[in-house]
């Protein structure tokens, strides 16, 4: 299992921007479905966006659809996220997987966690006025 490791998290105003980053140590996400979710304090972990193996087919949910980005580093090491236009409601522990159970096609993203998954630790983004 590829094990990753987010950053990119930090402090900014509202309207704001982030660039959110998910690498792959050691080894690459070549053939990995990649999906980005979150938590802020005391609600439930929620699916933002993912990106299929092959970088063909993005999706994102909710209110980062028009504001977020996905998309994979050349060298199939590193997944991102560009956070624009960020808002309050946008705090949470941001975190990347992969999983037999991620599934990334045109206009589903759906997650069924696998014992074979692999999660990042989460990088912080917070929000404030």
């Known amino acids: 299992q590829v094990q990753l490791v987010e950053s990119g998290g930090g402090l900014v105003q509202p309207g704001g921007s982030l660039r959110l980053s998910c690498t792959a140590s050691?080894?690459?996400?070549?053939?990995?479905?990649v999906g980005w979710f979150r938590q802020a304090p005391g609600k439930k972990r929620e699916k933002i966006s993912c990106?299929?193996?092959?970088?063909?087919?993005?999706n994102y949910v909710g209110s980062a659809k028009g504001r977020f980005a996905i998309s994979r580093s050349s060298d199939s090491k590193t997944v991102y996220l560009e956070l624009n236009n960020l808002a309050p409601e946008d705090t949470a522990v941001y975190f990347c997987?992969?999983?037999?159970?991620?599934?990334?096609?045109?206009?589903?993203?759906?997650?069924?966690?696998?014992?074979?998954?692999?999660w990042g630790q989460g990088t912080q983004v917070t929000v404030f006025a």
């Open positions: 997987a992969t999983d037999p159970g991620l599934i990334c096609t045109d206009g589903n993203f759906h997650y069924s966690g696998t014992d074979f998954g692999s």
């Open positions: 050691p080894g690459t996400l070549d053939y990995y479905a």
């Open positions: 990106i299929s193996a092959n970088a063909d087919t993005t």
